[in-house]
């Protein structure tokens, strides 16, 4: 859905991450009152206080970071459950992306790709026409040399079941299992 309707003109694709961004994001859509899809999942209350929402949004961030990980929607709860179980907040930088097009990636995420070099993106979305694929462009026309990059991105049904959000996260590798994994092989080479 997002890869199909970002690509009209106009368009802006609403992922809130969080509880508190959807009144931010409707209010947003009427304010602008412009072409806007809202795509909602199952969320959480975010961990920090945003008075607005941007395109990318900084959930956590350390200068002595050695991870980033850029997460579209409310799969950054895994994420957040991750890097805090393993007591990780200093070592990972954790940025929501709520807005497609992302406008401005400029917000600190291009800056910690570039200082850490090991990039993590995490949506329930396809990996075409994703975030995965709008950040690798922008590293690119950016000559950012990257060290690890892993994109995790939903894969539909491949066991032909079907079930609730968290039981697809998990056929996916986007749960905070499978996240916490990826963390301890980055952090540890």
């Given amino acids: ?60 961030y350390s200068d002595e970071a050695e991870i980033t990980i850029a997460a579209l929607g409310p799969v950054i709860n895994n ?11 200093n070592k990972i930088n954790l940025f929501s992306i709520t807005k497609i097009p992302i406008n401005n990636f400029d917000d600190g995420l291009i800056q910690s790709i570039e200082k850490t070099g090991n990039l993590l993106i995490l949506e329930e979305h396809d990996e075409r026409g994703g975030i995965a694929e709008m950040i690798a462009i922008s590293i690119m026309k ?39 994994r990826i963390i301890t092989g980055w952090i540890n080479n």
Avoid: W
Avoid at 79 to 89: D, N, Q, R, V
């Fill in 142 to 180: 950016r000559n950012i040399h990257i060290k690890q990059f892993k994109s995790l991105s939903a894969l539909g049904y491949p066991n032909e079941l079907y079930g609730d959000q968290n039981y697809h996260q998990v056929q996916s590798g986007l749960d905070s299992e499978n996240i916490q």
């Fill in 1 to 60: 859905d997002i890869a199909c309707i970002s690509s009209l003109p106009n368009m802006t694709c609403y992922v809130p991450s969080f509880i508190e961004d959807v009144e931010i994001s409707v209010n947003e859509m009427v304010k602008i009152g412009k072409p806007a899809y809202l795509r909602l999942g199952l969320g959480k209350n975010n961990p920090v206080y945003q008075e607005n929402l941007k395109s990318i949004n900084t959930i956590y």
């Fill in 79 to 89: 994420a957040i459950k991750a890097i805090e179980t393993m007591g990780l907040k």
